[in-house]
């Protein structure tokens, strides 16, 4: 390579890297897989290392001197206490055999003691807990500073915001940096997805990017529909310093302060270990909830971590990536197949999917003979055309997809997809509305659309009719006996059994399971309705507040809203409310739930928690104001576990207003008619006279 050639490249390996570290880190929506991005990446570092005359001649600045700066407009940015770095990585064990045994001549021993922990494909987050109590949390950012994000990341549930300290454990510290990786579960991007798809609206790419895109939304009641995780498993910052001395001991710390910490984490001494606990990594990773692109192996002992270093530059002194740990990436389990023919799968609500019709492939461990097209656009972007060779890949439990098409396999005769404009199950003109890029059948009589709102609603997930499957919902919709859902439990003995010979037994058995499906939890029947946004999880959280389907179909949207649009039952935020509230305002809808009651439904109601002899029993609580450590859906839920009510305004009736900052006219009302003001930590101090900790 000349010095012009090289020179050339430079600059347009930087352009092309800070692009896409801008879709990347900011958008969460990336243009080519991580496995590629790194190759280029990689090929830029080399050539700034062989070449740097030319590469200081194109610029000072290149993003192999920055971290990915994930910043976006609306948050309010706090700086780390120590800054956040990103890990070298690699896909070559040879290079993982170079970076042992660098350390080993920095530390001057042998064999070194390092950790193996699962690289989590999610988006970096540090907590910062003061006196044990969770006070902020921020997102990477450029790593000297971040988006506060303390609000979204106060919606996880898995999250304690109070660390608890163990007799024998590492003490509670003062002030605590702790970093780790929000995620989302696998099942949770599916059913997001799935649901992006019933709405019309774009599948995301991976659930690191959706976990990432999640996080940045403004509306934290928003960020609690999504269910985000988080895993925690790094030391920042931390007063007194001397807590733990070693990673294992920090994981064993994170644990017992009651944090979710990694599941395991392997010990090895010396780089044939390391190897191996990669090795059994790698085999075990497909049953962890999350995305893993990797393992990191770290120095086990803090004083040898010290000793090693970071990389960085060295006029700003910036702390770039530690010396004394190594991300070794796994692959991407991608296979190349046949593209036989594109289908389309008609889902309940009438979107039309394209799926690619493979000629089977083995990948990550299964046979794959079917991959989501996601939609039209999509197909169109990538021109995918049938009979073309493409790329299919798959991580843990997601549906696999075709990311792209080896255009030097392509033949001839292949020409571009046109997406059919009739429903290949009922024949309807296919329709596309306006701001979504699904194509619909738009009739809601369509067999396939009726035969799949009757599976998901017998499905596992919902009532659970043992027998009421694909092929059952099939012919009972072919025969004409099930129209609406509540037919089902029309269903007559005789017709069934008219189905053939010997069927007698298996009528039997189905009629039993619909007829013990009548008293399926509420929750099972409210997922079952199919209303847009709404999962399991937030079918519980609605059952237990409503409490019978004949509320829940009657709310208005002030019992899920308050005036400012604040959500007064906890994981329901406003687009579900609203998305609940207009699937009920439809008729034929409302006519759902009356023909499930006619038929005899009589869903079970979650148990009432019954608090009785506690102060607050009875108590009603009005808010108002910004508290400073609790969202309002979280105050509710405290006070409603407690026994206590929430109501929007103040009368003498009140119990107490909890009052934060910015309080209102309703503050004024309670001081005229003398009814107790409280602030958070006197509501605080109350809730744990109720619990006994007082
Ligand atoms: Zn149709």
């Known amino acids: 390579m000349t010095s012009a050639e090289a020179q050339d490249r430079i600059r347009q390996l930087r352009t092309e890297v800070s692009r896409h570290d801008e879709l990347y880190y900011r958008n969460a929506r990336p243009e080519i897989s991580d496995f590629d991005y790194d190759r280029m990446r990689r090929e830029l570092a080399d050539l700034e290392r062989a070449f740097p005359a030319e590469a200081l001649a194109v610029g000072d600045e290149s993003p192999t001197r920055r971290i990915g700066d994930d910043r976006a407009q609306g948050f309010v940015r706090a700086r780390h206490a120590s800054g956040m770095t990103t890990l070298e990585n690699t896909y070559d064990e040879a290079e993982l055999r170079e970076f042992d045994a660098r350390l080993v001549r920095v530390i001057g021993r042998e064999p070194l003691e390092y950790t193996v922990e699962p ?69 949770e991007f599916n059913r997001i997805n799935e649901e992006q798809d019933e709405l019309g609206l774009e599948r995301y790419a991976n659930p690191r990017n959706l976990a990432a895109g999640t996080l940045k939304l403004l509306d934290p009641a928003l960020v609690a529909e999504r269910r985000l995780e988080v895993v925690l498993y790094g030391l920042g910052a931390c007063r007194p310093a001397t807590i733990v001395s070693s990673q294992v001991d920090w994981h064993r710390a994170v644990r017992a302060w009651g944090l979710p910490g990694l599941a395991s984490v392997a010990r090895a001494r010396g780089i044939d270990e390391v190897l191996a606990a990669i090795r059994v990594l790698d085999s075990g990773r497909a049953g962890f909830p999350y995305a893993t692109d990797g393992a990191v192996v770290k120095l086990n002992d803090f004083a040898q971590q010290r000793e090693a270093g970071f990389r960085g530059e060295g006029e700003r002194a910036r702390k770039l990536s530690p010396r004394w740990a190594c991300a070794y990436k796994f692959a991407p389990e991608r296979a190349e197949a046949l593209l036989r023919s594109i289908t389309l799968q008609v889902g309940r609500t009438g979107v039309l999917t394209p799926v690619a019709e493979l000629e089977p492939v083995q ?16 197909i169109a972007r990538k021109d995918i055309r049938e009979g073309d060779t493409v790329w299919v890949e798959k991580a843990g439990e997601i549906i696999p997809a075709v990311i792209g098409v080896n255009l030097v396999r392509r033949r001839p005769e292949c020409v571009p997809y046109v997406f059919p404009t009739s429903c290949p199950a009922c024949g309807a003109a296919v329709v596309r509305h306006e701001g979504e890029v699904a194509m619909r059948c738009p009739n809601p009589s369509c067999t396939v659309q009726v035969r799949r709102r009757v599976q998901h609603f017998a499905s596992k997930a919902c009532v659970d009719i043992e027998g009421l499957g694909e092929a059952m919902a099939e012919t009972l919709v072919q025969r004409g006996w099930v129209r609406t859902v509540p037919d089902i439990y029309r269903l007559r003995r005789d017709d069934l059994l008219g189905l053939g010979k010997s069927v007698e037994k298996s009528t039997d058995k189905l009629l039993a399971a619909i007829e013990t499906s009548k008293r399926a939890e509420l929750w099972r029947f409210v997922h079952g309705l199919g209303i847009p946004h709404v999962g399991a999880a937030a079918a519980k959280d609605l059952a237990a507040r409503f409490r019978s389907l004949e509320a829940l179909a009657g709310a208005t949207l002030g019992e899920f809203l308050d005036a400012k649009g604040g959500s007064l039952i906890a994981g329901i935020g406003e687009t579900m409310a609203r998305a609940i509230v207009g699937f009920f305002a439809e008729a034929g809808h409302r006519a759902l739930v009356d023909g499930l009651l006619a038929a005899g439904v009589q869903p079970t109601a979650p148990e009432e928690k019954v608090v009785t002899g506690t102060a607050l029993a009875g108590s009603t609580f009005v808010l108002t104001g910004t508290l400073p450590g609790l969202t309002r859906e979280e105050a509710t839920t405290l006070i409603e576990a407690a026994g206590g009510k929430v109501s929007g305004s103040v009368s003498k009736k009140t119990g107490y207003v909890l009052a934060g900052e910015e309080a209102g006219s309703k503050l004024e009302k309670a001081r005229t008619l003398g009814v107790s003001v409280i602030d958070e930590a006197q509501f605080r101090a109350l809730l744990a006279v109720e619990r006994g900790e007082g």
Do not use: C, M, W
């Open 363 to 378: 990948l990550a461990g299964t046979t794959v003979s079917r991959a989501t097209l996601h939609n039209a656009d999509e």
């Open 119 to 187: 690289k989590i494909d999610g988006a970096s987050i540090s907590l910062i807990y003061e006196q044990g109590r969770l006070v902020r949390a921020i997102t990477r950012g450029d790593g000297e500073e971040g988006d506060d994000v303390t609000a979204n990341v106060r919606t996880i549930r898995s999250l304690p915001q109070r660390l608890h300290a163990s007799d024998g454990e590492a003490p509670v510290p003062e002030f605590v940096e702790i970093r780790g990786e929000i995620y989302l579960r696998f099942e």
